[in-house]
DNA sequence: GCCGATTTGTCCGTATGTATC
DNA sequence: CGATACATACGGACAAATCGG
């Protein structure tokens, strides 16, 4: 059960519109209406419906009412907007997640690595490549690079599970936001070979890069995740201006 | 000048952070602090600062402070979480933009497209194929959907200038918001000869679906936008849980 | 076109909880 | 432990947009 009541009355109204108990198109009850249903202020319940505004389930008009327009997306996508990791994301869609585990070791940063991976030069940093599977078909291979003082005793065994529990149920470490740049670039050889890929066909890749931050403000994790084409699917929801 | 108070203080420390008057890693000023200079209520100064958050611009910490770690980043980019036209966008960062219009022609929704686009079978829409250059190079080519009875009056010389002014200022449109999916897909004939491309290199675009929301909650545009991949680059911040 | 009721948007002040140092 | 800082929550006031009479 989560902590705060805002966050309660985000996932009820959530999953209320994901179970059609509100129509498409209609409008949610209003404000008013929902204060009194939840019994709780109007801020509270207002930061609710914000989140379900980001999450692009409703619109909000002024004047007028709250609008659902959620419809359902498939589900192999990955969301915009939030972290979540591969095992998470897999589990919370249903599919059978595997993660393998090609190369665990680690060196310097060097002038090349830290300009691609925002590094100080001179850092140590594990470097592990590992290749995620969804329901046995290898979808993405991943190029982490963790920065060695803020993860002490990371092991393959770790890696071969989640590293994100790891970080943060057995170093509490607290992870705070994550920039990511998404672009396309050409296949190589070792995509092709790990994929299963076949430049002939499809020679490019998806590649998200991203910057990991924790709560001491260092950003201890620089990845770049090269995802199969053909399978790559990334979700948005842009708002007009006001949060 | 904008509207709100908080809208005004969110752009002015946007401004100085960009400005790096606040240092990268360093701690902005306490929100108590904050809030005697701006003269403003504790809430007011808090939304400013969750607008920065998911900007990307700075971290909360409890107990600690706000972090600033904005790093500033190339110009030619998309940024996900707005809306924003292909001329703001050239616009704000200083770039020469261009538009050709290829194609301006309407017809009825059939069910294949219906599909595709989202709208209901049987639907009158305009479709328009319009080339957007950055500084004299093609760069996206869109396919553009806009249901004809939310939109009257689009011409092929509105096309050519911003569709998007029209809609706000000439129809007094609101647009609420835009759900969309990147993907990546096979290079078509088209997209090499308006692009300018040769499929022996990147065999692939990068691709833009995207369904957009106005006011009385009627999607009146889809739109496909394909990259190329070789300029394409999309930023996103993704923030812990909390809003 | 105006007015009033409804509904969301903005803003304020205050109290309490919780994490950091 | 106390001081500081952010997080959550409440209640109230007024503004602005929508809609129906």
């Not at 409703?58 to 359902?72: C, W």
């Not at 850092?123 to 991943?142: G, M, S």
């Given at each position: 059960m989560p902590k705060s009541i805002y966050e309660n009355i985000y996932r009820d109204l959530k999953q209320k519109i994901e179970q059609k108990i509100f129509a498409y198109q209609e409008l949610l009850p209003s404000e008013h209406t929902l204060i009194q249903t939840y019994g709780c202020s109007r801020n509270t319940l207002r930061r609710a419906i914000?989140?379900?505004?980001?999450?692009?389930?409703?619109?909000?008009?002024?004047?007028?009412?709250?609008?659902?327009?959620?419809?359902?997306?498939?589900?192999?996508?990955?969301?915009?907007?939030?972290?979540?990791?591969?095992?998470?994301?897999?589990?919370?869609?249903?599919?059978?997640?595997?993660?393998?585990?090609?190369?665990?070791?680690?060196?310097?940063?060097?002038?090349?690595?830290?300009?691609?991976?925002?590094?100080?030069?001179?850092?140590?940093?594990?470097?592990?490549?590992?290749?995620?599977?969804?329901?046995?078909?290898?979808?993405?291979?991943?190029?982490?690079?963790?920065?060695?003082?803020?993860?002490?005793?990371?092991?393959?065994e770790i890696a071969e599970k989640s590293i994100y529990q790891y970080l943060e149920q057995t170093l509490h470490m607290t992870i705070i936001n994550s920039k990511r740049i998404m672009t396309v670039e050409k296949m190589t050889q070792i995509d092709e070979k790990y994929l299963n890929m076949n430049s002939e066909d499809y020679n490019c890749m998806a590649v998200v890069s991203s910057q990991t931050y924790n709560s001491d403000g260092v950003m201890f994790e620089y990845t770049q995740s090269r995802h199969r084409p053909d399978y790559f699917r990334f979700y948005d929801n842009a708002v007009r201006k006001p949060f």
């Open positions: 914000s989140r379900l505004v980001t999450d692009g389930y409703v619109q909000t008009i002024q004047g007028k009412g709250v609008r659902n327009i959620y419809e359902p997306v498939e589900q192999t996508a990955f969301t915009l907007g939030e972290i979540e990791s591969f095992e998470e994301s897999a589990q919370r869609s249903g599919n059978r997640a595997f993660t393998k585990v090609l190369l665990f070791t680690e060196f310097e940063i060097n002038e090349k690595l830290s300009l691609c991976t925002g590094f100080p030069i001179g850092a140590r940093v594990y470097y592990i490549q590992r290749l995620h599977y969804l329901n046995d078909i290898p979808l993405i291979l991943n190029h982490n690079y963790f920065l060695q003082e803020a993860i002490p005793g990371l092991t393959k």
